[in-house]
């Protein structure tokens, strides 16, 4: 069974940082795309950032040059560093994950979700 487990959420004032963190345990075999969502209430869930395995990085453009995903060395921990937060960065943010779990078998996997709410 694989689980993701985010931490790293809470409150935090306009302007401010937050670092959220997102570990993969499990029978994995392998680790490819990790990406992290959001989604505030009434919209839908939306991409943030992402990352491949190769090191390859998307960002949306509303956290463009505010955001910095990044992945540990082993490649099971993303990272989203967050500066500079906006009010309209509140949301519950999501990590996803494409994982293998042996040949033949990959799929992808989300996390429980871990609030951020930016206000004065």
């Known amino acids: 069974q694989v689980q993701l487990v985010e931490s790293g959420g809470g409150l935090v004032q306009p302007g401010g940082s937050m670092r959220l963190s997102c570990a993969a345990s499990g029978r994995i075999s392998a680790i490819y795309d990790m990406s992290w969502y959001r989604q505030s209430p009434g919209k839908q869930r939306e991409l943030v950032a992402a990352?491949?395995?190769?090191?390859?990085?998307t960002y949306v453009n509303p956290v463009k040059g505010r955001f910095t995903i990044s992945r540990d060395s082993a490649g099971n921990t993303v990272y989203l560093e967050m500066n500079s937060l906006k009010l309209e960065d509140t949301a519950v943010y999501y990590c996803k994950a494409q994982i293998s779990t042996g040949p033949g078998q990959t799929s992808h996997y989300w996390g429980q979700g871990t609030q951020v709410t930016v206000s004065s």
């Open positions: 990352i491949t395995r190769g090191g390859s990085i």
